[in-house]
């Protein structure tokens, strides 16, 4: 059962356009919802995170979109640029044995931002 | 700060074979998970140690077993290794406490099963 449902598998956006990637959760007891980019060879690196007592947070470029009700959460990426380019993952966690504890990742989105 | 290091960096084992994958935490983090990536997939948790005991495990057989050192160090090691085993072996550190910090990955172990 695939708990965190991503979309889309990739996406082809113009330098200076929006980036907007999808995830959905079925599981309720799910309180922390970070996104990762991973770069060919290395290891996800922490982006941005969300906990659901707010329905948006910004950091830069980035934005995270949350709707409890709908169990759904979206990364907006404004004025893409060709270094944005990476594999992006959106998990999500609960809170036995620590907030951080089992991420549960969506199967990615494969992002190319052309010049 | 120090961030997290796994070595080796690329494996090439046989099927049937034990391997030992090695895991250095962030300066700082007492905890470690293990993840394993497939190709094209996203990291699937494989289990967490902190003080040095296993703190939940995902849902992978118990020939994936793993230890947790004094210095927060921690290794993995797989049993009778399995073609569908071949995958990118994650380490992420974090700190359990009364601030809890996200997961910081290392840049993996390839693992490669023929």
């Known amino acids: 059962q695939q708990q965190v449902k991503q979309s889309p598998q990739s996406l082809i956006v113009q330098k200076g356009g929006i980036s907007i990637i999808n995830c959905a959760y079925e599981n309720t007891a799910f309180d922390y919802f970070p996104w990762y980019q991973q770069f060919p060879g290395k290891g996800p690196a922490l982006l941005i995170a969300?906990?659901?007592?707010?329905s948006e947070k910004k950091e830069g470029r980035f934005t995270i979109s949350f709707n409890k009700s709908a169990k759904q959460f979206s990364l907006h990426i404004m004025d893409s640029q060709p270094g944005d380019s990476a594999t992006y993952f959106c998990a999500a966690s609960g809170k036995s044995g620590g907030s951080n504890y089992k991420l549960t990742f969506g199967k990615g989105t494969l992002l190319t931002v052309n010049p | 700060e120090t961030g997290v290091t796994q070595s080796p960096t690329h494996l090439i084992k046989t099927r049937g074979q034990q391997v030992t994958l090695r895991c250095s935490s962030q300066?700082?983090?007492?905890?470690v998970s293990w993840y394993q990536q497939a190709l094209g997939q996203g990291p699937q948790f494989i289990f967490q140690?902190?003080?040095?005991?296993?703190?939940g495990r995902g849902n992978f057989p118990p020939r994936f077993s793993g230890l947790q050192f004094p210095n927060y160090s921690s290794e993995l090691n797989v049993n009778a290794l399995e073609l569908d085993d071949s995958a990118l072996y994650l380490c992420a550190s974090s700190l359990t406490g009364l601030n809890n910090s996200p997961l910081h990955f290392g840049n993996g172990t390839r693992l490669t099963v023929t």
């Open positions: 969300i906990r659901p007592d707010v």
């Open positions: 300066s700082g983090h007492n905890t």
């Open positions: 140690y902190y003080r040095e005991e296993e703190n």
